[in-house]
């Protein structure tokens, strides 16, 4: 343990909300020894821990990279303003999670790059780990700063900062970066950056220069000949299964998408004029069914994951989908295991498919109709008709579900008001189908203005003003005033300066650099964002922000040209004109096929037969409204068990929560017959005991479950082999006969407070002897609406001090019952007079919980 790991665990953790963040301890996670590899990358995200470890292409490079017995790849994310106030008033740098160590000793630190909104927290994580903003200002020990991801295609505003992009697939292209830093150990900067820039797909901003034209534009020219004018994108041919990990990384507090994704295909075969992803990801790849369903066995194998996201641009326009969903709840249904589709189109929701996406159990069901009439969404190429939305919701709602989730955009060049009122019409229109059905149903409304963005036919297009984007927002809030339909929306001021940053030239580093001064964080955070700090940012670089949100002309050079995608500049043009005409575009639909997918679509025709058998077969959880739905079915518990278990240092910060995941997953994992309850959304028969407050450890946890199968020792033995580090089983017993719950029968717990030496042993004793002279002690509690004022002292049973060559501690026995409790940091805190910020930083064991009965104190072994 280094000097800053012992600081975080022991001083800082405890006193930050969810610490848990920072711990690095996920199941499946990779530390390497730093001096036995020859390249140290650290791979960071620009926002938080729960959005960074939901982000699949962060996941693909962290395996990728340490597949290679030569590199070490770790991870870093943004800290949230808790913990770096902290790091900054203790002087700690930023760090990565696997080894704690400070990014300045890496050799790399490679960004993604997801939205522009993150860009003021990648110059805050380099302020953090005391590496220079700016690529200019770096020495020769500084770690080379990398970019990459959806943002790299417009690099402009971050080309100041950032000392190397690879535009598109980072696949390949990130091992060749490791074989040019690894060859040119001890060389300068200067000829590993040019080396870089010679691969394809690598751009090195500080090669080229920013030109300004008459008209304002900036074009981008290399300063040598021999530098390449055009960076073409990167494009993987295959989805190779190597690129994905078989024990991906899994989080044991939750995060934002806690479930095992899975890529299935990449690009989109659509053409939606407004969309960059399809473009930049040209052209569509699809992988193959049996690789997809090697993924999931050895995925959930590896984490315990109750669902499966099937992930792309547009999931359902993969040419073998119902095949795919078939073969998927074959082989996980029985282990309650779902499927879910994250994206999906009305024009292509079948009967078929809401069937089998629920099989398990039902997630959540998004559609986009993106625009309010079809007139404007055929402008955006968005092919979908009124008719289709209302089918796919008569099927969503025949199938069980009672939510719908709609996304809108306003502000869509050629809107008109009439446009504006469709919306509201449209959802009006939705919630009428949703009353045929007996349950109530729900419409919930996403409104986001729309923002231009580089490489499509709307890059010339201007955003409405501010004030315009409100006005729409506040009609459609209005009009869809109604308590089954629920409206969220965007902020205009928020999506003006994603407009900015999206179609921004170089000028737009001095911004960003006055926002980091200003101290500006998290802007994609509501809580964060300040539009007054970004108008004072702008002035102070002086930039007129409206010049990067106004219409553009065709001729005009645009920032990102020389960033090559594979559609030319004047067939975007000719597409622009197109939507101004309301004519049908040229684009292709559908984007050149590769060999590959050719291959798939002969090997789907084979498999027709196999598909309709096995869609046959997958088990209908919900019919049509008027049928009867079929319930799971009842099972008897063959075996009831009380397990004790030890929660050690290692899991210290998970909460109660992230406990009872932690088990869920472990059982699955470890196959174990665990019983569930009955109804449509059946849950694992496990009951807890009390809960143990955040960050303290324990040796006697206690949990009862109930078992498909008998009693079966080994089979506890597997279990406890399949849980992560810092949990272990230390005794299972059968349960016979009715027995009071473990949480209305548990009424006193010790617990053992180690204060390493911070005080001496008479201090301690004569403070903890006074307290049992008191006849009150009075804590001051936070409910969630009010603070109560509660004496403890009837709850304090028992106080004694030990010590030895190395250490004081004091044994403490306290009422926890459900009709009075006392909690041992109040207790500490009182008798000694400290902060309990202070008292969390002592380590604190539950050593035992007790019942009472019969006059008795019994364990809750004892009482089986």
């Given at each position: 343990m280094n000097s800053i790991e012992r600081r975080m665990f022991r001083e800082i953790l405890p006193t930050v909300a969810k610490p848990s963040r920072y711990t690095g301890n996920e199941l499946n996670v990779i530390r390497k020894d730093h001096t036995s590899v020859d390249v140290k990358v650290a791979l960071a995200f620009p926002d938080t821990y729960e959005l960074g470890m939901s982000y699949l292409g962060f996941a693909i490079l962290y395996h990728l990279l340490n597949r290679r017995d030569d590199v070490c790849a770790e991870r870093v994310y943004a800290p949230w303003v808790d913990l770096e106030k902290r790091m900054r008033e203790e002087t700690i740098p930023l760090f990565t999670l696997e080894s704690k160590k400070p990014l300045s000793d890496f050799d790399i630190v490679a960004f993604t790059l997801p939205y522009e909104l993150c860009y003021t927290n990648i110059l805050n994580m380099l302020d953090l780990a005391s590496i220079p903003l700016e690529g200019t200002g770096r020495g020769e020990h500084d770690p080379l700063i990398l970019g990459g991801g959806l943002g790299a295609f417009n690099p402009e505003p971050l080309a100041g900062f950032i000392d190397a992009f690879v535009i598109g697939d980072g696949e390949e292209a990130v091992l060749e970066i490791i074989d040019i830093v690894k060859a040119l150990k001890g060389s300068s900067r200067h000829e590993k950056l040019r080396s870089l820039s010679e691969l394809k797909g690598i751009y090195v901003p500080s090669f080229y220069e920013a030109h300004e034209s008459t008209g304002g534009s900036a074009s981008v020219l290399p300063v040598d000949p021999s530098i390449p004018r055009k960076i073409e994108a990167r494009t993987v041919e295959f989805l190779r299964k190597e690129y994905y990990p078989d024990a991906p990384l899994m989080s044991f507090t939750e995060i934002e998408h806690d479930r095992l994704t899975i890529e299935i295909m990449r690009g989109c075969p659509r053409a939606c004029r407004f969309c960059n992803a399809r473009l930049l990801y040209r052209p569509v790849r699809e992988r193959p069914v049996d690789d997809i369903v090697r993924q999931a066995e050895t995925g959930?194998?590896?984490?315990g994951y109750d669902e499966i996201s099937l992930l792309s641009l547009s999931s359902t326009d993969y040419s073998a989908l119902d095949e795919l969903i078939a073969k998927l709840n074959r082989k996980f249904a029985g282990k309650r295991v779902a499927t879910a589709l994250p994206s999906l189109r009305p024009d292509t929701f079948s009967d078929t498919l809401a069937r089998a996406v629920q099989t398990v159990r039902r997630s959540g069901l998004t559609f986009a109709p993106e625009a309010g009439t079809e007139r404007l969404r055929h402008v955006i190429r968005k092919n979908i008709s009124d008719e289709d939305l209302f089918r796919a919701v008569e099927i969503a709602y025949e199938n069980g579900w009672n939510v719908i989730k709609l996304y809108f955009m306003i502000g869509l060049p050629t809107e008109e008001?009439?446009?504006?009122?469709?919306?509201?019409?449209?959802?009006?229109?939705?919630?009428?189908?949703?009353?045929?059905?007996?349950?109530?149903?729900?419409?919930?409304?996403?409104?986001?203005?729309?923002?231009?963005?580089?490489?499509?036919?709307?890059?010339?297009a201007a955003q409405n003003d501010i004030e315009s984007l409100r006005e729409k927002t506040a009609f459609l809030r209005e009009r869809l005033h109604h308590g089954r339909i629920k409206v969220k929306w965007r902020a205009p001021e928020v999506s003006f300066i994603e407009s900015v940053i999206a179609r921004g030239d170089r000028r737009l580093s001095k911004a960003l650099k006055e926002m980091k001064t200003l101290g500006a964080r998290f802007d994609g955070w509501s809580d964060f964002f300040s539009f007054p700090l970004w108008q004072k940012a702008f002035e102070l670089s002086e930039i007129d922000p409206h010049r990067y949100t106004g219409r553009r002309d065709i001729t005009d050079p645009l920032p990102w040209e020389h960033i090559s995608i594979g559609v030319s500049k004047n067939t975007l043009a000719k597409e622009w004109q197109r939507s101004q005409e309301h004519t049908e575009g040229t684009m292709n639909t559908v984007p050149p096929k590769t060999?590959?997918?050719?291959?798939?679509?002969?090997?789907?025709?084979?498999?027709?037969?196999?598909?309709?058998?096995?869609?046959?077969?997958?088990?209908?959880?919900?019919?049509?409204?008027?049928?009867?739905?079929?319930?799971?079915?009842?099972?008897?518990?063959?075996?009831?068990?009380?397990?004790?278990?030890?929660?050690g240092l290692d899991v210290r910060y998970l909460s109660h929560l992230d406990v009872v995941r932690v088990f869920e997953r472990t059982l699955r994992r470890a196959e174990m017959p665990i019983a569930y309850s009955q109804g449509?959304?059946?849950?694992?028969?496990?009951?807890?005991?009390?809960?143990?407050?955040?960050?303290?450890?324990?040796?006697?946890?206690?949990?009862?479950?109930?078992?498909?199968?008998?009693?079966?020792?080994?089979?506890?033995?597997?279990?406890?082999?399949?849980?992560?580090?810092g949990f272990r089983i230390l005794k299972a017993k059968p349960i016979f006969g009715k027995i009071p719950s473990l949480s209305s029968s548990i009424s006193q717990s010790e617990f053992r407070i180690h204060f390493d030496g911070t005080f001496p042993a008479e201090q301690i004793e004569e403070a903890f002897s006074r307290l049992f002279e008191r006849t009150t002690v009075w804590v001051r509690r936070q409910g969630d609406k009010t603070i109560k004022n509660i004496d403890i002292r009837p709850n304090i049973l028992e106080a004694k001090v030990e010590s030895?060559?190395?250490?004081?501690?004091?044994?403490?026995?306290?009422?926890?019952?459900?009709?009075g409790h006392a909690k041992p940091i109040e207790v500490v805190s009182e008798t000694l007079s400290l902060p309990q910020q202070q008292v969390s930083t002592f380590l604190i064991e539950r050593t035992e919980q007790l019942v009472e009965r019969e006059g008795r104190l019994m364990t809750p072994m004892d009482c089986v």
């Amino acid at each position: 343990m280094n000097s800053i790991e012992r600081r975080m665990f022991r001083e800082i953790l405890p006193t930050v909300a969810k610490p848990s963040r920072y711990t690095g301890n996920e199941l499946n996670v990779i530390r390497k020894d730093h001096t036995s590899v020859d390249v140290k990358v650290a791979l960071a995200f620009p926002d938080t821990y729960e959005l960074g470890m939901s982000y699949l292409g962060f996941a693909i490079l962290y395996h990728l990279l340490n597949r290679r017995d030569d590199v070490c790849a770790e991870r870093v994310y943004a800290p949230w303003v808790d913990l770096e106030k902290r790091m900054r008033e203790e002087t700690i740098p930023l760090f990565t999670l696997e080894s704690k160590k400070p990014l300045s000793d890496f050799d790399i630190v490679a960004f993604t790059l997801p939205y522009e909104l993150c860009y003021t927290n990648i110059l805050n994580m380099l302020d953090l780990a005391s590496i220079p903003l700016e690529g200019t200002g770096r020495g020769e020990h500084d770690p080379l700063i990398l970019g990459g991801g959806l943002g790299a295609f417009n690099p402009e505003p971050l080309a100041g900062f950032i000392d190397a992009f690879v535009i598109g697939d980072g696949e390949e292209a990130v091992l060749e970066i490791i074989d040019i830093v690894k060859a040119l150990k001890g060389s300068s900067r200067h000829e590993k950056l040019r080396s870089l820039s010679e691969l394809k797909g690598i751009y090195v901003p500080s090669f080229y220069e920013a030109h300004e034209s008459t008209g304002g534009s900036a074009s981008v020219l290399p300063v040598d000949p021999s530098i390449p004018r055009k960076i073409e994108a990167r494009t993987v041919e295959f989805l190779r299964k190597e690129y994905y990990p078989d024990a991906p990384l899994m989080s044991f507090t939750e995060i934002e998408h806690d479930r095992l994704t899975i890529e299935i295909m990449r690009g989109c075969p659509r053409a939606c004029r407004f969309c960059n992803a399809r473009l930049l990801y040209r052209p569509v790849r699809e992988r193959p069914v049996d690789d997809i369903v090697r993924q999931a066995e050895t995925g959930i194998r590896a984490t315990g994951y109750d669902e499966i996201s099937l992930l792309s641009l547009s999931s359902t326009d993969y040419s073998a989908l119902d095949e795919l969903i078939a073969k998927l709840n074959r082989k996980f249904a029985g282990k309650r295991v779902a499927t879910a589709l994250p994206s999906l189109r009305p024009d292509t929701f079948s009967d078929t498919l809401a069937r089998a996406v629920q099989t398990v159990r039902r997630s959540g069901l998004t559609f986009a109709p993106e625009a309010g009439t079809e007139r404007l969404r055929h402008v955006i190429r968005k092919n979908i008709s009124d008719e289709d939305l209302f089918r796919a919701v008569e099927i969503a709602y025949e199938n069980g579900w009672n939510v719908i989730k709609l996304y809108f955009m306003i502000g869509l060049p050629t809107e008109e008001q009439q446009d504006i009122e469709a919306i509201a019409r449209l959802v009006q229109e939705v919630a009428h189908v949703g009353k045929k059905f007996q349950n109530d149903k729900y419409i919930n409304v996403a409104i986001s203005p729309f923002s231009p963005k580089a490489h499509t036919p709307f890059q010339w297009a201007a955003q409405n003003d501010i004030e315009s984007l409100r006005e729409k927002t506040a009609f459609l809030r209005e009009r869809l005033h109604h308590g089954r339909i629920k409206v969220k929306w965007r902020a205009p001021e928020v999506s003006f300066i994603e407009s900015v940053i999206a179609r921004g030239d170089r000028r737009l580093s001095k911004a960003l650099k006055e926002m980091k001064t200003l101290g500006a964080r998290f802007d994609g955070w509501s809580d964060f964002f300040s539009f007054p700090l970004w108008q004072k940012a702008f002035e102070l670089s002086e930039i007129d922000p409206h010049r990067y949100t106004g219409r553009r002309d065709i001729t005009d050079p645009l920032p990102w040209e020389h960033i090559s995608i594979g559609v030319s500049k004047n067939t975007l043009a000719k597409e622009w004109q197109r939507s101004q005409e309301h004519t049908e575009g040229t684009m292709n639909t559908v984007p050149p096929k590769t060999k590959y997918l050719v291959r798939l679509e002969k090997e789907k025709v084979q498999a027709a037969d196999e598909t309709d058998m096995l869609i046959q077969q997958s088990p209908r959880t919900f019919g049509r409204s008027r049928k009867r739905r079929t319930q799971s079915p009842i099972q008897i518990a063959k075996a009831r068990i009380r397990i004790k278990y030890a929660k050690g240092l290692d899991v210290r910060y998970l909460s109660h929560l992230d406990v009872v995941r932690v088990f869920e997953r472990t059982l699955r994992r470890a196959e174990m017959p665990i019983a569930y309850s009955q109804g449509f959304h059946p849950h694992p028969k496990i009951a807890f005991g009390p809960p143990l407050t955040l960050g303290m450890i324990s040796k006697a946890e206690y949990v009862d479950m109930q078992f498909e199968q008998p009693y079966n020792p080994e089979s506890i033995q597997v279990f406890d082999r399949a849980f992560p580090d810092g949990f272990r089983i230390l005794k299972a017993k059968p349960i016979f006969g009715k027995i009071p719950s473990l949480s209305s029968s548990i009424s006193q717990s010790e617990f053992r407070i180690h204060f390493d030496g911070t005080f001496p042993a008479e201090q301690i004793e004569e403070a903890f002897s006074r307290l049992f002279e008191r006849t009150t002690v009075w804590v001051r509690r936070q409910g969630d609406k009010t603070i109560k004022n509660i004496d403890i002292r009837p709850n304090i049973l028992e106080a004694k001090v030990e010590s030895d060559a190395t250490d004081v501690s004091v044994l403490l026995r306290l009422r926890t019952s459900e009709s009075g409790h006392a909690k041992p940091i109040e207790v500490v805190s009182e008798t000694l007079s400290l902060p309990q910020q202070q008292v969390s930083t002592f380590l604190i064991e539950r050593t035992e919980q007790l019942v009472e009965r019969e006059g008795r104190l019994m364990t809750p072994m004892d009482c089986v």
